[in-house]
């Protein structure tokens, strides 16, 4: 898809600020309503379809502290925390969840560094924004662990379990997410660790742009999102490597029905945002529609790894209309 078949759109303009950040770049009252009433529906269905333990009951992956984090951030980036909003008692269900499955002495969140990077997110963005107590132990622990672990991987950054000697873009990413959260929310990560993230990152980017899984060979959209969005959030965006990604995204930016059509919903979203404004007027009132058109009457959306991932990552790829988790602050 090339964007500037869509450019016309005429929708950018600042209706609202709140900390510094613009909330809804939309002029149409209907359209922003409509967003509006959309993320409504999606987070009434995740706290309608939350167990007593917090977690989700919909496939072996509702209950993946991955999934239940991203879950929180739905949440979260709607303007609710723990202690205040509409859905203050889902988060704190399933915070409560994560933080009981958080293992004591090493901080590890689960039995996959997938799950602990998206789990170490959802404690990074709620962190400072609730008096709870135990939060700030907690994230501080999942962040050394990230860092112990890729200290001790050889490639300088993460795949499956703390003790891989090798590593793939798509964990990388998750990590390297939940360490940019954790030093915004005050928790000391070292530059290198950024820095050898990067590194690796940047060995998975092809001549063109386009961003493999272990290397730079069979690069795709969700991969590609991943590397852009960690380039533009490590601050090096007047880099070739990401000029020529942010190329790549203009050029094959789609909503088809791939096997990881909310994965990638979830990245692209933040990364075209982050990269340009006209880009993501039409990837935004896009994307909208698609999934407008694609809610259930239930208010969730049905896609591989069950309803609550699929959800979470839809919601997620709309939230940036609300602006109010900082690591979707531009």
């Not at 090339?2 to 950040?21: E, H, R």
């Not at 300088?156 to 703390?162: H, L, N």
Request: aromatic share 14%; net charge neutral; with cysteine.
């Amino acid at each position: 898809m090339n964007f500037s078949f869509y450019l016309a759109i005429p929708f950018l303009v600042i209706t609202l600020v709140v900390n510094g950040q613009v909330l809804f770049e939309e002029t149409d009252d209907q359209f922003v309503q409509q967003i509006e009433n959309t993320y409504q529906k999606g987070v009434d269905f995740l706290a309608k379809t939350q167990n007593d333990q917090g977690s989700w009951d919909d496939s072996t992956y509702g209950s993946n502290p991955g999934v239940v984090g991203m879950s929180i951030l739905a949440f979260l980036a709607r303007g609710d925390d723990p202690e205040f909003g509409t859905y203050r008692t889902s988060i704190t269900k399933a915070l409560t969840f994560l933080l009981k499955l958080q293992d004591k002495k090493t901080g590890y969140i689960g039995s996959s560094m997938y799950n602990h990077g998206f789990a170490t997110l959802a404690l990074a963005e709620i962190y400072g924004r609730t008096n709870i107590q135990g939060i700030g132990p907690a994230l501080e622990k999942a962040t050394r662990l990230i860092i112990s672990s890729q200290k001790n991987n050889p490639k300088g950054a993460w795949r499956y379990s703390p003790e891989s000697n090798d590593a793939d873009i798509t964990v990388s990413g998750a990590q390297m997410l939940a360490l940019f959260a954790a030093r915004n929310a005050g928790i000391f990560v070292p530059n290198e660790a950024i820095e050898k993230g990067k590194a690796f990152i940047l060995t998975c980017q092809d001549s063109k742009g386009g961003f493999g899984y272990t290397g730079s060979t069979g690069p795709n959209l969700p991969r590609t999102s991943i590397g852009c969005l960690i380039l533009s959030l490590a601050k090096d965006t007047d880099s070739e490597a990401y000029k020529k990604s942010v190329n790549f995204l203009n050029d094959n930016a789609n909503f088809g029905d791939q096997g990881h059509k909310f994965y990638n919903l979830y990245y692209t979203s933040q990364a075209i945002f982050r990269a340009n404004p006209k880009l993501w007027i039409s990837w935004n009132f896009q994307n909208f529609k698609q999934l407008q058109s694609s809610q259930t009457q239930e208010g969730g959306w049905n896609g591989n790894y069950g309803t609550t991932f699929s959800t979470s990552a839809a919601l997620l790829s709309l939230a940036l209309n609300y602006r109010y988790l900082p690591i979707y602050e531009r």
